[in-house]
Every structure is written in structure tokens, then in C-alpha cells.
């Protein structure tokens, strides 16, 4: 009998988690409840996770990638490897590739992609380049520069605690960094010498409304005689 109920609520969670008709985090604590509600754990048991210091530790690192996502902190770094990039589509890529996976190393990836989402739709207008082109790269690359530290990505910090507490020992802050990177650049070389040629190429217009990217980007005319003119 427990068995199937585990089942059930497992199917039941994923169905809501792919379907997103409810928040995820409202899913995830509904999971919690049935859970000790079914008696398939004890409350302490339900509820002993968030006293791990990994959930502390993760629930920090979004508080700080948050911070700075709102303060803009890390746009000019961005700004600047963007314009390194120029016009080509192959410099673009690996330059969005890598900029998202050197941000993701040390916040979350959500914030780091997040970040530099409008740069990437403006990089591609202002190259005539489809920004499909540009954002399934960035997403990449935001997912691939998380493995290279300890703190790039929430299972790192839970494998550490884990590690820490059944034999003593723990992970340093760059131990997972040469698989990290290894596997970084096969994605980048994948990417700009085959991959490039298989992503859609689609209108900048209807990824702007999907992405609601006209909530991050300003735009200013200056009039004629203006002293910023030129």
C-alpha cells in the first residue's frame, strides 16, 4: 500500500510540475504534506529538511543572485563581452555561451539568464539576427557553467552536504571545476560549429511578447541639437 501511494503522489507531482497549473513551490510543499499526511514519514521527518545546510545554503544563493539581478550589478561586464562579439553569429554564440556560464558558476542560473536575456534580444536586433538564434545558447551555457563550482547549482551544494555528513570529508569550491569546464567547452564547440545550424530561427517580435523582454528594455530619443547627440 505505501508503495502505491508513493507512486501516486510521485505521478501526481509530475504531472502538475509539467503541466505548471499550479506554482511549483505550492507543488513541491503539497508533495511535502501528503507525504506526512498519507504517514509515509513522520512530521520530523517532513519537515527536518529545512534545517539542512544545503537548503539554507541554496536559499541564500538565490537571496544573492537576486540582489544582484535588481541591482544590475554584472550588466556592464556583459555589456562589454557583447560588443566583443560583434555582428558574427559563430562570435555570438560562444560569446553568450560563455559570459552566461561564467555568471552561472557563481549565482543561479535563473538570475544569470534572467540578466542577460535582454542583451542577448538587443545583441540580436542590432545584428539582424534572429534572437532564437541566441537564447537556446544562452540557456545552455547558464546550465553547463553551474557544474564548474560548488556553488554553480543546487545539486553540487546538496552532493557536498551529503558527503560531508556520511564520511567527513567535502568538496572544495573548484573540485567539480575541470569536469565543469571539459564539458563546457564540448558545449561551446558543439554549439557554434553544429548546433547553430539546427536552432529555429524565428521573429524577434513574438519572442519579445513571449518573453516580455519590453519589461527590461528602455528606449530614448534624442532630439535633434540635443548636447547627447552624436
Not at 511535502?32 to 529545512?50: D, K, M, N, Q, W
Not at 553551474?146 to 570529508?169: D, S
Not at 560549429?193 to 524577434?204: A, N, Y
Request: negative net charge; contains cysteine; aromatic residues 8%.
Amino acid at each position: 500500500m505505501e508503495i502505491t501511494l508513493v507512486f501516486i503522489i510521485l505521478l501526481a507531482a509530475i504531472v502538475l510540475f509539467a503541466t505548471e497549473w499550479i506554482r511549483m513551490d505550492l507543488v513541491s510543499l503539497m508533495v511535502l504534506l501528503s507525504l506526512a499526511i498519507t504517514g509515509l514519514v513522520s512530521v520530523e521527518e517532513a519537515f527536518a529538511g529545512f534545517s539542512n545546510p544545503a537548503v539554507i545554503t541554496v536559499a541564500a544563493m538565490f537571496i544573492l543572485s537576486s540582489g544582484l539581478n535588481n541591482t544590475g550589478a554584472l550588466g556592464p561586464m556583459g555589456e562589454k563581452v557583447m560588443r566583443i562579439a560583434g555582428n558574427n553569429e559563430t562570435r555570438m554564440i560562444v560569446a553568450v555561451m560563455l559570459s552566461s556560464a561564467f555568471f552561472s558558476a557563481f549565482v543561479n542560473n535563473i538570475g544569470a539568464t534572467a540578466m542577460l536575456m535582454p542583451l542577448v534580444v538587443a545583441m540580436g536586433q542590432r545584428s539582424r539576427t534572429s534572437p532564437s538564434k541566441l537564447l537556446i545558447p544562452l540557456a545552455f551555457g547558464s546550465l553547463m557553467g553551474g557544474v564548474c563550482t560548488l556553488i554553480g547549482t543546487p545539486p553540487n551544494i546538496l552532493m557536498n552536504t551529503l558527503m560531508q555528513e556520511y564520511t567527513g570529508e567535502s568538496f572544495s569550491m573548484f573540485d567539480f571545476t575541470p569536469v565543469g569546464l571539459a564539458v563546457l567547452a564540448t558545449g561551446v564547440l558543439y554549439m557554434a560549429l553544429v548546433g547553430r545550424h539546427l536552432l529555429p530561427r524565428r521573429k524577434s517580435g513574438t519572442l519579445t511578447e513571449a518573453y516580455q523582454v519590453k519589461e527590461y528594455i528602455t528606449e530614448v530619443e534624442i532630439i535633434e541639437g540635443s548636447p547627447l547627440q552624436g
